[in-house]
């Protein structure tokens, strides 16, 4: 059975850092495209950043290029996120997903992903 379990939302305030980990089991991890999504109220789920467990280049959407930073643990099973200068705007459930295949131009749609964790609040206030 897949599982996704996300830790290490939290409140910060505007400027400040914080990581997020994902830990996966039940999937043979090095096979995996693995990708962070957040949400907000009334929005889509948006792609922030994925990454191939294989050992492809991660990519990063526009709004979090030299802020945030993705990478995985091959030997723990588990996916970061760290996420520096943080904005008001970045609030938003986090989500971690993963997908059996090598990432494609696919990565940043959500449909495309069969596993989810069950998210992690990131508040960031002004």
């Known amino acids: 059975q897949v599982q996704l379990v996300e830790s290490g939302g939290g409140s910060v305030q505007a400027g400040g850092s914080l990581r997020l980990s994902c830990a996966a089991s039940?999937?043979?991890?090095?096979?995996?495209?693995m990708g962070w999504f957040r949400q907000v109220p009334g929005k889509e789920r948006e792609g922030v950043a994925t990454?191939?467990?294989?050992?492809?280049?991660?990519a990063y959407a526009d709004s979090v290029k030299g802020r945030f930073t993705i990478s995985q643990d091959n030997a723990k099973k588990t996916m970061y996120l760290q996420m520096n200068s943080l904005k008001p705007e970045d609030t938003a459930m986090y989500y971690c997903?993963?997908?059996?295949?090598?990432?494609?131009?696919?990565?940043?749609?959500?449909?495309?992903?069969?596993?989810w964790g069950q998210g992690t609040q990131v508040t960031v206030s002004s």
């Open positions: 997903a993963a997908e059996g295949r090598i990432c494609g131009s696919w990565r940043f749609s959500q449909y495309d992903y069969n596993y």
């Open positions: 039940g999937i043979i991890y090095s096979w995996y495209c």
């Open positions: 990454i191939y467990v294989g050992g492809a280049s991660p």
